[in-house]
């Protein structure tokens, strides 16, 4: 497996939570599975696999460096798959949790009809959708997913017409004499985290509304023995959520959203929650040892889909082949070169985010351009001969929406209260009052700030071309359109003036850029710093013993 090796500053340090202490090998012992009564359960959990069907480059933080790997595949997923039903026949269950059909050119070009088939041809036993499943509008969401053959689960989107729960809100499965429960829920904030036009007749109500009714329905009235909620929601949320009495008798939350590569279970008070990383490049696999219905020991392990150890199920891959190959020849188009590597997992600036705001502000000529704070897409990585091409198909995992430019002015007071809010959806001390995860993205400006200070006073200093930004003066702005907001919104902030929708897409932009550079060499440049935080920002899980690697 080749490696490419970036420096970077320091790995986060972060301060002792306790994890499960009873965590082992994923390896089962034989003679404890041959004890009277003793059954093994296994869960296997995808998630985040945001369209990417094919193996690709991962970054990983080893040793004070930037590691990248090839890894990833959902033919190789489906290996792992079958080899883990091999060991435990009849008492295995398989989950994906949601962001499925965004992310990638095949996913956009295809509006999520590909997956139907890939999924299919696959060992899920059940699947929930994602805050990025109504991409393509809610009817296109329900037609993917019940192309999928297999059940959808979600107990908090509603039918706006008739006011119908959309989905089951569980589903119960028997294995082995144990039976087990699984409840699921997608992201209340989901119109606001993603376009509004998106998930326009639907309804996201909040897990308050009936969590408790259905733990209690699921223990009480069908003598559910384990009990899992499968949540997309982030993973701030879940492990708040672990720590609540109101899902008392649940016994894990399968956590998603966040791309977070949990290897050990994290501990709340009442559950236990996990993460398995993104783009089809991990697998969560959980072992319980089950006597009289009680759980009596457990491993976890987060299995990197390494090509080279888990080889493409052939059956799976031709259908893959087959679904994308309407696509290839125009994915496969080269726009330009990158001599560094490009990638997008970092919490406060990330290299791709700066190319994509400063050919923004390269084209409209605006003070500053924003962008909107992803964590999706894989990294570009340059090989031997010191660049890496950028493809069309790339464009698309960096910017899965291809929406207008959209233009229009704030002042700078606007611009700095903007900034404190975006700062408080990352870094508040309340996990309730997080959304979303990761910094707004930039060019044109630059911005100190304190993480951990309170509310409305984290931004220290913001410049605007090269001086202390002015509260007074209009600043001209430059950011993508979301459609179904109000005109007087850009990428999510208020009441700017004079907006304007141009003529042309950020896709637009980036090919344009591209072909003017020729080859780009884009890099972290402390555009933004958290002062009080050591670089880089790797999670935004403060206080505990978790390291995003």
């Not at 091999?86 to 962001?99: F, K, L, M, S």
Request: glycine share 8%; hydrophobic share 40%.
């Amino acid at each position: 497996m080749k490696r490419t090796l970036h420096p970077f500053l320091s790995v986060f340090p972060l301060l002792a939570f306790t994890f499960l202490s009873s965590c082992q090998s994923s390896q089962q012992d034989s003679s404890q599975t041959k004890e009277a009564g003793l059954e093994t359960i296994t869960i296997l959990q995808t998630a985040d696999i945001h369209g990417q069907l094919l193996p690709h480059q991962e970054m990983f933080f080893e040793n004070g460096e930037f590691v990248f790997k090839e890894l990833g595949g959902v033919a190789n997923i489906q290996t792992i798959f079958k080899q883990v039903k091999a060991e435990n026949p009849g008492g295995t269950v398989i989950v994906d949790g949601g962001d499925l059909i965004q992310g990638s050119a095949v996913a956009a070009l295809s509006e999520g009809a590909v997956f139907g088939p890939v999924i299919k041809a696959m060992d899920y036993d059940f699947l929930i959708p994602g805050n990025w499943e109504v991409i393509f509008g809610s009817q296109k969401m329900r037609d993917v997913l019940a192309s999928y053959g297999k059940p959808v689960v979600c107990a908090n989107i509603y039918d706006e017409a008739n006011s119908d729960m959309l989905y089951p809100p569980y589903i119960v499965k028997e294995l082995k004499g144990v039976k087990l429960g699984f409840i699921s829920y997608n992201d209340p904030e989901v119109p606001v985290r993603q376009n509004p036009a998106f998930s326009k007749g639907l309804i996201f109500k909040q897990l308050e509304d009936n969590v408790e009714p259905l733990i209690k329905e699921l223990k009480e009235e069908q003598g559910v023995d384990i009990l899992f909620l499968v949540t997309h929601l982030g993973i701030s949320k879940q492990l708040y959520l672990a720590d609540q009495p109101q899902i008392r008798g649940v016994d894990f939350i399968l956590g998603n959203d966040t791309h977070e590569r949990i290897r050990k279970p994290l501990q709340g008070k009442y559950a236990q929650v996990v993460e398995p990383g993104a783009f089809a490049s991990f697998v969560g696999r959980l072992d319980l040892d089950v006597k009289d219905g009680k759980i009596v020991g457990q491993r976890y392990e987060l299995i990197d889909v390494d090509p080279a150890v888990y080889p493409a199920d052939p059956e799976v891959q031709k259908i893959v082949d087959e679904q994308m190959a309407p696509y290839r020849q125009k994915m496969e188009r080269v726009l330009g070169y990158t001599s560094t590597p490009l990638y997008r997992y970092l919490v406060v600036e990330n290299p791709m985010d700066n190319m994509i705001t400063d050919a923004v502000r390269w084209k409209t000529g605006v003070d500053i351009a924003i962008s909107n704070g992803f964590r999706f897409s894989t990294p570009i990585v340059p090989d031997e001969t010191g660049k890496a091409p950028i493809t069309y198909s790339d464009v698309w995992n960096m910017l899965p929406v291809n929406e207008n430019v959209k233009i229009g002015k704030a002042t700078g007071k606007q611009i700095q209260d903007w900034m404190e809010q975006e700062l408080h959806n990352v870094f508040a001390e309340k996990p309730l009052e997080r959304f979303g995860g990761w910094v707004i993205r930039f060019s044109g400006m630059e911005m100190n700030f304190n993480a951990n200070a309170p509310k409305g006073q984290r931004v220290q200093s913001i410049t605007v071309g090269g001086k202390p930004i002015d509260p007074n003066r209009l600043y001209t702005m430059g950011a993508c359109l979301r459609r179904g907001e109000p005109d007087h919104m850009l990428c999510r902030m208020p009441h700017a003036v004079e907006t304007q929708v141009l003529d042309y897409t950020i896709h637009d932009v980036i090919e344009e850029y591209l072909k003017e550079k020729g080859t780009v060499a884009p890099k972290t440049d402390g555009r933004a710093k958290a002062l009080d935080l050591p670089a880089p920002v790797l999670t935004q899980l403060p206080n505990i013993d978790y390291k995003f690697r």
